[in-house]
């Protein structure tokens, strides 16, 4: 299994910015695809951004330009920094690490983020 701690989140007012960060440990070598998704009050989670561990990245409409994802493999880490914040940004964020082998997706406790307008 891998496990996944977060960081980083907090409440921030309209346009300032916060970096998220998750560490894995445990079943790291398997691990191909890092992310984040977020789930805000009656809504369904969704996808935020992820990184394979070749480096290519994918972003949803909504971040794209103001999000960005990077990945520390020396240190099984991902951040997220999330810039220009509005107030729909308000969710909760999981960190999300999917293993090849066994093939399962792995998730965070998640953490809070919070955007006053």
């Known amino acids: 299994q891998v496990q996944l701690v977060e960081s980083g989140g907090g409440l921030v007012q309209a346009g300032g910015s916060l970096r998220l960060s998750c560490a894995a440990s445990?079943?790291?070598?398997?691990?191909?695809?890092m992310g984040w998704h977020r789930q805000a009050p009656g809504k369904q989670r969704e996808l935020v951004a992820a990184?394979?561990?070749?480096?290519?990245?994918n972003y949803a409409d909504s971040v794209k330009g103001r999000f960005t994802i990077s990945r520390d493999s020396a240190k099984n880490t991902v951040f997220l920094q999330m810039n220009n914040l509005k107030p729909e940004d308000t969710a909760v964020y999981y960190c999300?690490?999917?293993?090849?082998?066994?093939?399962?997706?792995?998730w965070g406790q998640g953490t809070q983020v919070t955007v006053s307008s």
């Open positions: 445990g079943n790291i070598l398997y691990i191909n695809t």
């Open positions: 999300n690490a999917d293993t090849i082998v066994p093939k399962r997706a792995n």
């Open positions: 990184i394979t561990r070749a480096g290519s990245t």
